[in-house]
């Protein structure tokens, strides 16, 4: 193809197709070339279409500068050209930045924003992900009745549309909010559907949360060896991950696990733990904001009760300085860690 828009503009639908269907590595390269391609054309539609690919494939690495970077100049590019499904295309990943550094009014507003930009375009997939988008906001600040309305539209729009991924986002919403508001059983019952009816299209992300909530399900029930036989699952699976915050999840629950004992070894292996989530999440330059702290503060006060303050403060701080492995390693060696296979 001589022309090297045209060109650049198939390998990008390319690209897109790739991520889509779960090739990460493959889709970043291809629009990598495409974005020279476009650029070295002046194309600024092109230009913008492989920044916020670009955007959305560094949010699934954990590339939260890159992702403000590429996804803030692609949305104003969008903007400025009057193209509202490419502006569209930036709101998922720039609502996650907003979320993740604890700015919930800006992520609110983007949300909506993209809500009346899917509803005027006649895009019913991207209308149930942003009303998944605002129920997670709604869940975070607590409301649960306005969390599970939203979760509930989405899925059946999502269901109307045959949109297995919004079918799946709403339906982890869902249980989300069941398990934060204190129904386990609808928690566990939403979790296992999605584990079960899913799998021909579950992504290792999503296999990663699914499994860390049930642990989370185990711990608040009182069961430390199915929490951390299922934590333990989470952890084998955020190792495949480029996302830095996935392992900080499953050490989250693995110390609540710990904690489960209530003795002094599974105490001190429980502040190891959060301690070594916590300078993981640092690291990635996305500390837990306050909405997202419940299972951290939870545990933190089961481990903090056992050991006494400065106990607890000492073996919180080793652990920051300790890599996620050594965290775990610890934890197993002082039998912290009672596993049965799930």
Not at 115 to 143: K, N, Q, T, Y
């Amino acid at each position: 193809m001589p022309d090297p828009v045209r060109r650049a503009r198939a390998l990008w639908l390319c690209a897109y197709g790739l991520f889509s269907a779960g090739d990460a590595d493959d889709a970043e390269k291809l629009n990598d070339r495409t974005l020279a391609l476009f650029t070295d054309a002046r194309d600024d539609w092109g230009t913008a279409a492989a920044l916020g690919l670009r955007a959305t494939l560094a949010l699934v690495r954990g590339d939260l500068a890159g992702l403000g970077r590429d996804g803030g100049r692609s949305a104003r590019i969008f903007r400025e050209l009057g193209d509202r499904w490419g502006e569209l295309q930036t709101v998922s990943p720039l609502a996650a930045l907003a979320e993740i550094k604890g700015a919930y009014a800006d992520a609110e507003r983007r949300q909506h924003e993209g809500l009346r930009m899917a509803r005027e375009l006649g895009l019913e997939a991207e209308v149930s992900a942003r009303l998944s988008g605002l129920g997670r906001l709604a869940l975070l600040a607590g409301d649960w009745d306005r969390a599970r309305e939203l979760h509930e539209r989405a899925r059946r729009i999502a269901v109307e549309q045959g949109y297995k991924y919004g079918e799946i986002h709403s339906g982890m919403g869902l249980a989300l909010g069941a398990r934060r508001s204190g129904d386990l059983d609808a928690a566990e019952a939403q979790l296992l559907r999605l584990r079960d009816a899913y799998a021909d299209v579950s992504s290792d992300a999503g296999d990663h949360l699914l499994r860390a909530e049930l642990g989370f399900v185990a711990e608040l029930r009182g069961d430390a060896e199915a929490a951390a036989a299922y934590h333990e699952e989470s952890l084998e699976i955020a190792r495949t991950l480029a996302e830095p915050r996935a392992p900080a999840l499953s050490l989250e629950g693995l110390a609540g696990a710990a904690a489960l004992a209530g003795t002094t070894a599974g105490a001190s292996a429980a502040a190891v733990l959060l301690g070594a989530a916590a300078g993981a999440r640092a690291g990635a330059g996305a500390p837990l904001p306050r909405a997202e702290r419940g299972d951290v503060d939870r545990i933190t006060g089961a481990a903090r009760a056992v050991l006494g303050e400065t106990a607890f403060s000492e073996g919180y701080a080793r652990g920051g300085a300790m890599a996620p492995e050594e965290a775990v390693q610890e934890a197993r060696t002082v039998g912290a860690l009672g596993v049965r296979a799930h």
